[in-house]
């Protein structure tokens, strides 16, 4: 599996939203005469901020707000006039020339809404997503998805903790670029970094009788590539990876490349221990 999103393309829509809503303008759009936005939005148990948000039909969803709640980003592109936004392994895209809505590259029957540079779809295009459960009234929608799982929460707790931005990686990327042995994980959760950065969260759950000789070993030759390039490749950064951590406890294990490397294993800690 593969997954899409970096901080570069939410930023370039921060300043760009706004464009795709003068396009939109040109074709007509039924958008509800409510002042503000009703509807209450929960994502993985929490309440999102709607205040300011322009006004939509019911059930209707602003797809900016929930694609960076859920850690996953959006951006416009103006030469073909169309949003994309990120959820995991999957992406909508919204076309602005009649609001047509891609979920991948499936066209869905319902159209998009926009509004004062909000792009609204209804509910029932994110519960097309993989792993998304959408529940929704007239007043309320509530969504689960992938990210609602502890261990992924817990390595975003980790990064965001430690002021770290990376991508998630998966099974055949740790194994075939990485050589995790990745054979030796019920779970595992991974995140690593651009070129200009050594940060890297990983933490997981071994298999019983794990071999956990080959997965420190693998572990350690990743960190020792990490120094060898930043011994004289933006060598600030060395310190970060000479303190790396693996931590094996009660069958959970935690690699960490990163600032604040005391917290993050206190944090791995405090899950493993909730973990029974």
């Known amino acids: 599996m593969k997954k899409l999103g970096t901080a570069a393309l939410t930023l370039a829509l921060t300043g760009a939203l706004a464009l795709p809503a003068f396009a939109a303008e040109e074709t007509p759009v ?9 509807t209450a939005i929960t ?11 322009p ?13 960076e709640a859920d850690h996953g980003s959006a951006y416009w592109d103006e030469s073909s006039n169309e949003s994309w936004f990120t959820f995991g392994g999957d992406r909508i895209t919204v076309s602005f020339a009649d609001n047509s809505i891609f979920v991948n590259d499936e066209q869905v029957k319902t159209k998009a809404e926009v509004n004062a540079g909000v792009t609204y779809v209804p509910a029932s295009v994110l519960a097309m997503l993989d792993g998304y459960t959408v529940t929704s009234d007239a007043n309320a929608v509530t969504i689960t998805t992938p990210n609602n799982d502890p261990m992924v929460k817990l390595a975003y707790s ?6 770290m931005f990376g991508s998630r990686a998966y099974e055949d990327t740790l194994a075939d670029a990485y050589k995790i042995p990745v054979d030796q994980f019920e779970q595992i ?7 200009t950065s050594p940060d890297t969260v990983i933490v997981g759950k071994l298999v ?4 956990e000789k080959a997965v420190t070993d693998a572990l350690e030759a990743y960190r020792q590539s990490q120094e060898d390039t930043f011994s004289w490749y933006l060598s600030q950064h ?8 693996t931590v094996i406890e009660n069958g959970y294990l935690l690699f960490f490349i990163g600032e604040n490397a005391d917290q993050a294993e206190e944090l791995f800690h405090t899950y493993v221990e909730a973990q029974g």
């Open 208 to 211: 019983e009788g794990a071999d």
């Open 30 to 38: 039924l958008i509800s005469a409510k002042v503000g936005y009703t």
């Open 238 to 245: 060395l310190p970060k990876v000479q303190d790396a951590r």
């Open 55 to 67: 006004a939509a039909s019911d059930s209707m969803l602003p797809l900016r707000l929930l694609a």
């Open 43 to 53: 994502l993985n148990g929490e309440t999102l901020d709607t205040a300011g948000i």
């Open 158 to 163: 980790i990064m965001e903790n430690s002021e």
């Open 189 to 195: 959760v991974a995140f690593f970094p651009m070129i």
